[in-house]
């Protein structure tokens, strides 16, 4: 198990109560967690763990003393994933639904929304994207764990082999790579999409070439539509987004905002076959600093069920048009002024999941 942020509450804790019953019945178990996600949780928490033989790791700790090498506080394991009997789950259902929202987010609501996960109403969303090449993934990334971490001996994972019904490739991408493949990849499939993009992402932040690739997919009759977020936990991200709407309404792409809900789902279904879920947002921060993962899947049957999902958060969301947009009021124009700021990779150094 693998994953960002994982709490001591009411659905922290029944994860762990069953880790450590699936140990005691002899079941191996690893846990690596991120140290900046999960930096509100008790130590304590995570000792019971320890303490009843499941390994644990913290991907490179905040405090230098305690990483053995190669610390950089910005790098960070933002995935998500659980391999069980070599069945593997990315993107796997978050507890958000019981997280309390700090900050900005607190003065905006006044009861806390529920949040929509790529995975809340459709957990036949989460593949198994070829079992094998998803363990040497996590093995090799359990060495970098370790590389960060200190007594940390004795981590393994097992090469299994699975079998899926459609075409799947994980992908994985880290800092320790000269690019993000996860981002190639997305980059070249919105560039040979030729009847339909369909995004739904929690935090949009563009660059110059994922701008360009909209904007031409939109300019050679493609249908581009994104699902993006009316509510957020980083409102830095949040208004950077909203600062590319006009060119891209301009340029033909539709936006809808998802209300009554804050959205933290990561998908894309391309000509209705090329579908991805995964942790990677479409921000500075998942293609430059985090270790991220998705799957990528190929087939019509699948890519029929994300439709679905993708048809019912849109009838749940609104319609952004030039014209409105073009009115909105004086504030909402200088909250977008922290566009360059996360543009600039230096400093777009956001922290949410």
Known sequence: MET???????????????????????????????????????????????????RVLEFNPINPLTAKSGWDVNQRDHRKLLIVDGKTRISWR???????????????????????????????TSRRPGGRRVSETVSRHMGKAKRYTAGSAGIFCHNWVTRAREVVRAIASTSDEPYSLIYVTLLSAINSAETSIHLTNAYFAPDAQLLAALKDAAGRGVDVRMILPSKTDSWLVFNTGRSYYSELLAAGVKIYERRDALLHAKTALIDGVWSTIGSTNLDWRSFLYNDEVNAV????????????????????????TLEAWQHRSISERMKEGC???????????????
């Open 94 to 124: 978050h507890q958000y639904q019981q997280r309390l929202f700090r900050g900005l987010l607190q003065s905006q609501v006044t009861t806390a929304p529920q949040w929509r996960p790529a995975l809340a109403r459709y957990p036949d």
């Open 339 to 353: 566009r360059q700021v996360v543009a600039t990779p230096a400093l777009g150094r956001g922290h949410y999941a």
């Open 4 to 54: 960002y942020i994982i709490e001591d509450d009411e659905v922290g804790k029944r994860f762990v109560d069953v880790l450590i019953k699936k140990r005691a019945q002899g079941v191996q178990v690893n846990f690596i967690y991120d140290s900046v996600g999960s930096i509100n949780t008790s130590k304590a928490f995570f000792q019971r763990l320890t303490d009843s033989g499941i």
């Open 297 to 320: 899947i190929l087939g019509p049957e699948f890519g029929a069920q994300m439709q679905a999902m993708f048809d019912t958060d849109l009838a749940s969301s609104n319609l952004i």
